[in-house]
């Protein structure tokens, strides 16, 4: 196993989350006395081997200093984007003299509280010698309709799809060069294997946990809350 590369981590936390219908972003809710994103960032201070996690905020984000997790040694903070490929491109930019080409970068959704260390440390030595990297995913299990105005199209084979996860993990310079060129081209990428794909490489998948759920709806809360205390007694 490699022990030159160092593993740094990114988390997106300047959206709103407009979908929940809150007074506050979602990354700030109350989820079982704490704020969404301290549990995230609580679980992925737990992986020893991390260097150190980035942060990318809002410009005007008035919660984080309230966030005990804001405080921590480990933990930077610069200010994100529009989209999340702005923000994760902004934390990248920001770990610019610190992180070396060929460290490991780990893009993990501020919501995303349910992430396990056990899988955070699965991905990291599963692929810590892979020349390109790859990320956490679920195989699909329901089946998929492709729809064009309300009427199904056709179906997708479900043995060959699967769900994006995080943490996703790429190196340092391969995800800044891949993220620079989609947004010279004006595509829009949605996760960070995507700005790979575009770049012509082939992440890898390691199959996570079905509770390593992303808080997006109100009926979110309630169920994170459930995992979260299932997970407990592990």
């Known amino acids: 196993m490699s022990t030159d590369a160092r593993f740094w981590i990114v988390v997106p936390a300047a959206g709103v989350g407009k979908r929940m219908g809150a007074d506050i972003p979602k990354q700030y809710l109350d989820v079982a006395g704490k704020p969404v994103l301290q549990h ?114 056709g179906s997708a084979d479900r043995s060959r799809v699967w769900r994006a996860l995080t943490p996703q993990m790429f190196r340092y310079r391969a995800l800044k060069e891949a993220l620079e060129a989609a947004a010279r081209r004006g595509l829009t990428v949605t996760d960070e294997a995507s700005a790979l794909e575009l770049a012509g490489l082939s992440p890898r998948v390691v199959e996570g946990r079905p509770d390593n759920i992303k808080i997006t709806r109100p009926e979110d809360l309630p169920l994170a809350t459930f995992y979260l205390e299932r997970q407990c007694f592990e």
């Open 40 to 153: 995230t960032l609580e679980r992925l201070l737990s992986v020893r081997r991390v260097t150190a996690v980035m942060v990318a905020l809002g410009a005007n984000d008035e919660f984080w200093p309230e966030l005990p997790c804001s405080r921590e040694p480990r933990v930077l903070a610069t200010t994100g984007g529009r989209e999340r490929a702005d923000s994760v491109l902004s934390a990248l930019t920001a770990l610019a003299g610190r992180a070396a080409d060929g460290d490991w970068v780990l893009v993990h959704d501020a919501a995303r509280l349910c992430v396990t260390r056990d899988d955070v440390e699965r991905l990291m030595e599963t692929l810590e010698d892979d020349p390109v990297g790859g990320i956490l995913a679920l195989p699909v299990t329901d089946t998929l309709k492709t729809v064009e105005n309300g009427t199904i199209q």
